[in-house]
């Protein structure tokens, strides 16, 4: 038996045989101690348990043919038969039981226990029909609540891949291209570069279906990504990095920093014939992770709205994971330069 239909089953017994303690009780005060407990509880409780299987078939009747736009006469139609059924049905079972229960001295004529029936009977009949349309309702909202959100849980798992697969083939292009740049003039960097992309793809195809990665692994990630550009650059390219070791298992977005810092190489270093220094934080403070990439470059370039698919795109993934729980701030520092910072909370791998 299904779980929903053994639910229903308990609640709509629990129901009546709480409403024939309640009719009992009624029903002596009603004749004021004149009739037995005995017989009292035996008639009432009778009474009240015959509706038990006719409400299920209400509940059934109501499931098949609810009364809606589109089939409001029929359900009716359907509904008043049921009624009307099951009337006469109480009616018989009155007559039949009615020797060992004991509701009548002389049992009446079949008219006479049908007119009994339908005017005791009617309305409770139809007040189950409104109490079936009202819990068929409400688990119908509850399934369409349900299927809503695993819709938008689905849809925000499509809009992360499609940032994902955003992020990965634009970090693939720009070290190609870089790597095009040095090959005819110094081979033995090209080959160095080329080395250090497999073990970037690498990482890059081996946490592909993962939303989050330990921020070590992100770190040496940004190590090998700045190994490939310090070759293209060479000296102009000054690195800094600034990571609290005991944070290496702190889970951060895939691919959130590694987009930040090739955006400070193309905007802050790569333009300028000066070095130009590009730095990346990472620390803790009550419970929350503070990441920082900054540069010394023309703040105004990389801070401008639509530069890089790596700050919208970073932005959006932080929103899907963290929704308000994050802040990501792009800041022009006071004597020049840029710098990203990331409030998240801090999460570590165990505990992930």
């Keep these: 038996m299904q779980r929903q239909t053994l ?15 309640i009719w009992t009780g009624q029903m002596h005060e009603a004749f004021s101690g004149q009739v037995g407990w005995p017989h009292l509880f035996r008639t009432e409780m009778a009474k009240a348990l015959l509706w038990i299987p006719f409400t299920l078939l209400l509940f059934r009747c109501v499931d098949r043919h609810p009364i809606e736009r589109g089939a409001l006469l029929r359900s009716i139609g359907w509904l008043s038969l049921s009624v009307a059924a099951i009337i006469a049905a109480r009616a018989a079972c009155t007559a039949a039981l009615n020797p060992w229960v004991g509701w009548y001295a002389q049992l009446p004529g079949w008219t006479a226990l049908l007119r009994t029936s339908f005017l005791g009977n009617l309305l409770t009949a139809w007040m189950i029909v409104g109490v079936a349309h009202a819990l068929l309702f409400a688990r119908r909202d509850r399934l369409r609540q349900r299927q809503q959100a695993e819709l938008q849980s689905q849809l925000s798992q499509a809009r992360y891949e499609a940032l994902a697969a955003r992020l990965d083939p634009h970090f693939l292009f720009n070290a190609l291209h870089s790597i095009s740049e040095v090959m005819h003039r110094d081979v033995a960097a090209a080959d160095r570069m080329v080395v250090g992309l497999g073990g970037l793809l690498r990482q890059s195809i081996e946490g ?31 690195f800094q990095l600034d990571v609290d070791e005991s944070l290496a298992s702190a889970m951060v977005p895939r ?98």
């Design 7 to 21: 639910l229903t089953w308990t609640w709509v017994s629990a129901w009546w045989l709480l409403t024939g303690l």
């Design 208 to 238: 592909a279906s993962d939303q989050q990665a330990t921020l070590g692994d992100q770190i040496e990630l940004i190590e090998d990504y700045v190994g490939i550009e310090q070759v293209r650059l060479g000296p102009r390219l000054r």
């Design 255 to 352: 691919l959130l920093l590694q987009p930040l810092v090739e955006n400070a190489i193309r905007y802050a270093v790569a333009p300028r014939v000066q070095p130009g220094s590009i730095r990346v934080a990472a620390h803790s403070r009550e419970h929350r992770l503070l990441l920082e990439v900054c540069d010394d470059g023309d703040g105004a370039a990389a801070a401008a709205p639509g530069q890089g698919v790596g700050l919208a795109g970073a932005r959006a993934r932080l929103q899907y994971l963290y929704g308000e729980d994050f802040t990501f701030d792009v800041l022009a520092l006071p004597g020049g330069g840029t710098c990203v910072r990331i409030d998240l909370p801090l999460r570590s791998m165990a505990a992930a």
